[in-house]
């Protein structure tokens, strides 16, 4: 059974950090590329960052870039996005996801976690 499960969520202060991470199980991690999205309450689902199935190459939506950093250890079947700085328009649930493509296109992707919410607020 796959599964995704996203932790790390929580509520933290503008100028804060936040280290999500997404177990996964079910299938062969190495074999996908791993993203994280985000929806913030009204707005529609954006892509935030993704990386290739061993690391190599990664990418950022231009709002996260160098705040940001999206890994993975696929000897433990998990992914990360640490959060520096974190703002206000951060606050979202965050999902993660696995697909075959170099993509941010929600389409793919083929794994979807349930999500974590992340609040930044003072």
């Known amino acids: 059974q796959v599964q995704l499960v996203e932790s790390g969520g929580g509520l933290v202060q503008p100028g804060g950090s936040l280290r999500l991470t997404c177990a996964v199980s079910?299938?062969?991690?190495?074999?996908?590329?791993m993203a994280w999205f985000r929806q913030a309450p009204g707005k529609e689902r954006e892509g935030v960052s993704y990386?290739?199935?061993?690391?190599?190459?990664?990418f950022y939506t231009t709002s996260v870039k160098g705040r940001f950093t999206i890994s993975r250890d696929n000897a433990k079947n998990t992914v990360y996005l640490q959060m520096n700085r974190l703002q206000s328009e951060d606050t979202a649930v965050y999902s993660c996801?696995?697909?075959?493509?170099?993509?941010?296109?929600?389409?793919?992707?083929?794994?979807w976690g349930q999500g974590t919410q992340v609040t930044v607020a003072s």
């Open positions: 079910g299938f062969t991690l190495d074999s996908y590329v």
């Open positions: 990386i290739s199935s061993y690391g190599g190459g990664t």
């Open positions: 996801a696995a697909g075959r493509k170099l993509s941010l296109r929600e389409d793919s992707f083929d794994y």
